[in-house]
């Protein structure tokens, strides 16, 4: 996260020892509203399993209401980012939209809170996945992928990149939300359906 995230006190100064501090409470934050929720977790039990004082972690969030959403983002940028890695990773690949795809469901386990929300097990902040700083930056990122591939003349010139992008990362969260509601074992066979859709959309007609 950015020192000008919304969530941090702004009187808190990030040293190195305060960004380490805030580090270890956001990912004990995230295994424990991952494993138990956030009606059943408190701020103390995130702030023991972090290894600080009951009250250090509101020098770093306000309340546990913007603790649970800081992890929340935090865990759902680090999941994202893996499917954005390969969007940027060689410009000569055909296939990274099936590669993102597989590539963050076959994350998830790693996520223990992205997929408690995707789950819908928060309903409180079911709606709010849709607006994870991090999914805006997939979309940002396979528009971008998309126009160039427009301009290198492999994607058709008639479609709208930043509206074809928004669908494919639709179309990811739908599965992402299946997967973890059905099993793996449920939807890996669509996945080379929906590759299918989405090559039809965008290939040039040969």
């Known amino acids: 996260m950015t020192t000008d995230d919304p969530t941090r006190d702004p009187d808190t100064p990030l040293t190195s020892k305060g960004a380490r501090t805030r580090r270890s409470i956001l990912d004990a934050a995230i295994v424990r509203f991952g494993r138990d929720g ?17 009250t250090v972690a509101y020098a770093y969030f306000p309340n546990k209401e913007a ?14 980012a893996k499917g954005l890695s390969i969007v940027f990773d ?6 990274w939209f099936a590669r993102v795809m597989s590539t963050l469901v076959g994350s998830l386990d790693d ?10 097990l928060e309903p409180d902040v079911t709606q709010r996945v849709l607006e994870i700083p991090a999914l805006a930056e997939l979309r940002k ?9 427009q301009l290198g003349g492999s994607v058709r010139r ?17 599965l992402l939300r299946s997967t973890v509601q059905l099993g ?23």
Do not use: K, W
């Open 38 to 54: 956030y009606r059943a977790t408190s701020v103390a039990d995130v702030a023991r399993d972090a290894g600080v004082g009951g």
């Open 184 to 206: 793996l074992e449920a939807t890996a066979p669509y996945a080379t359906d929906i590759t299918a859709v989405f090559s039809a959309a965008i290939d040039i007609p040969r």
């Open 141 to 149: 990122a396979c528009t971008e992928r998309l126009r160039a591939e």
């Open 158 to 174: 008639d479609i709208d990149p930043a509206q074809i992008a928004n669908g494919m990362v639709m179309v990811i969260l739908s």
């Open 67 to 80: 603790l649970f959403l800081a992890a929340a983002d935090e865990d759902a940028a680090e999941l994202v």
């Open 111 to 120: 996520h223990p809170l992205a997929r408690r929300l995707l789950a819908g």
């Open 90 to 95: 060689d410009p000569q690949r055909v296939d």
